[in-house]
Nanobody, 124 residues
Framework: QVQLVESGGGLVQAGGSLRLSCAAS????????MGWFRQAPGKEREFVAA????????LYADSVKGRFTISKDNAKNTVYLQMNSLKPEDTAVYYC?????????????????WGQGTQVTVSS
């Protein structure tokens, strides 16, 4: 029905930058909100950022606000996460998520579709 594929993860030094991409396919038109979550070993899945597909409404976790920017390209059905000033504590598997509802929300359980994740490792 819906497929989400993340790319762009890798190894970067502290203070560096990465840009993650999430390409949606299938019945992607059913998605109204796209989000990014991350999960480090032994920790719960954590909200990072979200954006409404139609419009420009965004939401960020306090831990990344001012450093990360979520954006979208509607024509390409793709959402991006630009990550600047990376810190070792940003190390995690980053997941792309899609929500059928229209609420821009930080709760993982509200999202209906998930990608496989991409590893981001920030060295010190």
């Amino acid at each position: 029905q819906v497929q989400l594929v993340e790319s762009g993860g890798g190894l970067v030094q502290a203070g560096g930058s990465l840009r993650l991409s999430c390409a949606a396919s299938g019945r992607a038109f059913s998605i109204n909100v796209m989000g990014w979550f991350r999960q480090a070993p032994g920790k719960e899945r954590e909200f990072v950022a979200a954006i409404k597909w139609s419009g420009r409404t965004t939401l960020y976790a306090d831990s990344v606000k001012g450093r990360f920017t979520i954006s979208k390209d509607n024509a390409k059905n793709t959402v991006y996460l630009q990550m600047n000033s990376l810190k070792p504590e940003d190390t995690a598997v980053y997941y792309c998520a899609g929500e059928r509802n229209t609420v821009v929300i930080a709760i993982a359980a509200a999202y209906d579709y998930w990608g496989q994740g991409t590893q981001v490792t920030v060295s010190s």
